[in-house]
């Protein structure tokens, strides 16, 4: 987005709520140039809000609509919350302006969590208190996520063009341009045909990107119709740290019953997640977090309690995964826990409990081909993992047995391994209702042209892994060597919407489509002349899912977010110094089942990629709020980057079937492999991610007093 210049572009300012919670009295400026404007919710000539549309069989199919205030007009829900904005032709000047504007405000305490509660999810399956009661063993654990920013590569703006008539051209650093269009459109009030998204080139995000530019496009749009004038409202690297979305914070506590041979008999699991002020994904969120949980382990009986609560923090958006690094940290800690408690090797134990072929998730769909056992037989072949599973628990039982004495003279080694699943694509229907009350069908158009270009129309905003992809599949189907990208900005009529960027929906949903329209010209191009032109669409598969056993809610899911699973394993090995209190790890090995890849070299550049950032969340990465504020001097402290980041061994399993995602296998198997194999070596429970250098030396004093 910097890197974008618009000629006499107005700069955009952001005036910020200084309560942590309360109402909006007023705000007083200085005396502003002619040339200086302060825009508020006032000046909005459409809908207040920027929000996501949530497509619902109840109501008679209407939709709900979770959303944010573009500018708040009375009630302040997070310290920071923009509640104006400056323009202003000069930035220098501008920034001068802003440090002399007060935002009048009524501070008020926030209410408790047990009255913020915005989303629950209550199930049962077979008979739990029997299954306590027959329960040989009682296994507990409590698991804890902090919150983790996405810290994209690039910080998030929005540039906004007038043009003729009411029309507007927005330039958006956006995993989603369609939303993008429809929430400036509906700001403006305005048909969304005049609205253009060009997306910006996205760099790493993290799944940072899905609603936090739509929410500034709409601020920059107001101020462009406004003023007359392009506006370039760009956050600095400070203001999107202090202010923007994090992943949601969760405390997990889940009580498994098993027999005297170590099986599940029945779980209880209870979950609260904190999604800050406001909850457009909670849903989503939720769910994914609730399902993932349950792991990829039969359970018997289940009983699952589950809310999302509201607090005066920023918004908690999605991160990479949607809550799957949420609930796959706990799964996965439980598992070995369990193991741990029994005695066995954690990854035998899971050879033992995984679910079979025809199994269903507890969200009701089936499991198909998951070759389970050949992932983790293979991650612990990589990794000598059995060997040394062995040796450190040997170690380990010999401290425990000594207590813990002579504990500085050599460094502490453990090991872990998880297993973990990923979806493709969302649960819920996110598509916003046009004509005749049905949403739009999301896809692709593809165009042979007489020069022998396959010209590709997508609204996807895609990177250079992807369009290589697609080249790819262009050479081998069609026999074409060059490929050419249309996005909505280019040609707004004739470019179908293609959905958001993110839970591999674009190797998943986008490429399938993609593929199958290659097949289909490439039946008709001896039979019709050039140019031919295909569609193709994709439809969600409609099925109900785990009904909430308090309510009447049977909110339906598309299957294909889960049909076809892609399946990996991790082991984790670390070292302790406890000189420092400081992990080192030694080293990382994935094995990964994700169907057809397309290329392995830039799928293994991905991986490992996702690992460092998923080993980084798991260390280190924290943001810590204090009375509903984070402290300035956090953000350089903030580490971004393992400095000591072992090599990444990655091995695909090769298998039938369609490419499927696997860019978030990474984060939900690296945190819980880490803390497993900290656990190991220090014997005593990590139980919450990131684990730093003051979890080591609390660790260290429990086992030293035998309290592990």
Known sequence: MDDINVKNALSGILIRSPVVSGFLNGIKTPKLPYNVS??????????????????????????????????????LSWFGQPVAMLLGPDPVKLQELAELCSVQAHDENAEQPENNVIITRNYKSGDITEAFEKAAIIVKGKYYSGLQ???????????????TGNSMTIYSATQWP???????????????ALIDVEAARLEIHLDGKI???????????????????????????GEDFLYSPKSAGTEIIIQ????????????????????????LFAREITERIALSILGAYSHGSIELEARGIKSPIPPAGPTAGFGLVQGFFAAERHASRIADIIGVDPAEWRKNVFLRKGKMLAIGVEIRNPPLEELIDSVATMSDYRRKWAAYELLRKNRRENHFRNKLEEPLRGIGITLAYQGNSMLYDYREQKRHNHPPDEGVELT??????????????????????????????????????????????????SGPACLSRGISIITELLEKACIAIRKQRFRNPLPITVHRYYRPSRITPWPDNNTDEHEKIDENALYSLSWGSAVVETEINLSSYTARVRGIWLSIDGGTILSED????????????????????????????????????YPVQILDCPPVNVDFLWSEGKSRGIGELPFALIPAAYAQALTQALDYPIERYPATSMDIWNAVQQSSTGAG
């Open 448 to 497: 042979l042209e007489k020069d022998g270009v396959l010209e590709i129309r997508t609204a996807l905003p895609c990177g250079a892994n992807q369009i290589q992809s697609w080249q790819a599949i262009a050479a081998k189907t069609l026999g074409v060597e060059k490929i050419r990208i249309v996005t909505r900005a280019e040609a707004p009529k004739n470019v179908p919407e």
């Open 602 to 637: 830039r799928a293994k550049k991905a991986i490992c990629l996702a690992s460092q950032n998923a080993l980084s969340w798991a260390m280190q990465e924290q943001a810590v709020y204090r009375n509903g504020k984070i402290d300035e001097t956090d953000i350089k402290n």
């Open 178 to 192: 369609g939303h993008v269009r429809s929430a400036v459109a509906r700001c403006l009030d305005v048909k969304t």
């Open 38 to 75: 302060l825009v508020t919710a006032a000046d909005i000539p459409g809908i207040k809000t920027c929000g996501v549309f949530h497509n619902s069989e109840q109501d008679n199919g209407l939709q709900k609509f979770f959303e944010i205030p573009v500018f708040p007009e009375k009630e």
């Open 211 to 237: 609603w936090l530019p739509s929410l500034l496009a709409c601020q920059a749009a107001v101020g462009a119709m406004l003023r007359k004038k392009p506006v370039r409202l760009i956050l600095n690297r």
């Open 149 to 163: 920013d996405p810290w994209p590569s690039d910080p998030p703006g929005a540039i906004a063009i007038p043009g």
């Open 256 to 279: 498994s019953a098993l027999d005297k041979h170590g099986y599940i008999l029945g779980t209880k699991v209870n979950l609260t997640a904190d999604f800050g002020a406001y909850g």
